[in-house]
T-cell receptor
C-alpha cells in the first residue's frame, strides 16, 4: 500500500522567513512519482512539481526548492524568503509509475500561514 | 485559456436525494479524473477516464456513485440517495495525456447533505 505523511498540520511564519514542509512516503514500488500541489483559499489545486523515483537531483525554481532523498523516503519542500501570497495548504502526493495514469495518493496537507 | 470548469460550485441537498455534478475539462485533454476532499478522508481518488471509458473506478465509495463522460469531454458524477457522509468537495481534474502531463484541477463542487 502507498502512504504519504505530512506531519506538520500548520506552520506560521513571518514574511521573508524560510520554511520547509516535510513529506515522508511509503511504497513498495521501485518506480513511482512524487508531487507537490498548492491549494490557495480559492480551492483550486495547483501543480508545483513532479519528480520520478529515478532522479534524486534536488530542484530549484525561483524561491521554491525540493529535496528528494530515497534513503529516508522523503520529498521535502522549502520556500525561501516566504511571502504572504505563499499562504495556502500544500499537499504532497505519490503515484505509481506503471499504471499509465495519475492515481494520486495525497498526504493530509500542511497549512502555511505567512503573516506580513 | 479556460481552465477546468465545475458546476455547481455549491450544492445543498437533502438526505436521500440524487445529485449530479458536472465537469468541463480543458479542451483537448484526454484524461479526466474525479477526486474527493473531505475532512475525514482528506483527498482521495474516485475515478479516471481516458476518453469516454473508465479504466479505473476503484475509488468510488459505493454503488450509489457513478460517473460518465461523453464526447471525450464533459463528465458527470452522479450520487444517488445521498447520505450525510457524502458531504465533501468534489474535484475534477484533466490532463493532456494520461501519464505524463500535470493535472489541472477545477475549483470543485462543495456538496452538503442535510
Amino acid at each position: 500500500a502507498q502512504k504519504v505523511t505530512q506531519a506538520q498540520t500548520e506552520i506560521s511564519v513571518v514574511e521573508k522567513e524560510d520554511v520547509t514542509l516535510d513529506c515522508v512516503y511509503e511504497t513498495r514500488d521501485t518506480t513511482y512519482y512524487l508531487f507537490w500541489y498548492k491549494q490557495p483559499p480559492s480551492g483550486e489545486l495547483v501543480f508545483l512539481i513532479r519528480r520520478n523515483s529515478f532522479d534524486e537531483q534536488n530542484e530549484i525554481s525561483g524561491r521554491y526548492s525540493w529535496n528528494f532523498q530515497k534513503s529516508t523516503s522523503s520529498f521535502n519542500f522549502t520556500i525561501t524568503a516566504s511571502q504572504v501570497v505563499d499562504s495556502a495548504v500544500y499537499f504532497c502526493a505519490l503515484s505509481r509509475m506503471n499504471t499509465g495514469f495519475q492515481k494520486l495518493v495525497f498526504g493530509t496537507g500542511t497549512r502555511l500561514l505567512v503573516s506580513p | 485559456g479556460a481552465g477546468v470548469s465545475q458546476s455547481p460550485s455549491n450544492k445543498v441537498t437533502e438526505k436521500g436525494k440524487d445529485v449530479e455534478l458536472r465537469c468541463d475539462p480543458i479542451s483537448g485533454h484526454t484524461a479526466l479524473y474525479w477526486y474527493r476532499q473531505s475532512l475525514g478522508q482528506g483527498l482521495e481518488f474516485l475515478i479516471y477516464f481516458q476518453g469516454n471509458s473508465a479504466p479505473d473506478k476503484s475509488g468510488l465509495p459505493s454503488d450509489r456513485f457513478s460517473a460518465e463522460r461523453t464526447g471525450g469531454s464533459v463528465s458527470t458524477l452522479t450520487i444517488q440517495r445521498t447520505q450525510q457522509e457524502d458531504s465533501a468537495v468534489y474535484l475534477c481534474a484533466s490532463s493532456l495525456r494520461a501519464d505524463n502531463s500535470p493535472l489541472h484541477f477545477g475549483n470543485g463542487t462543495r456538496l452538503t447533505v442535510t
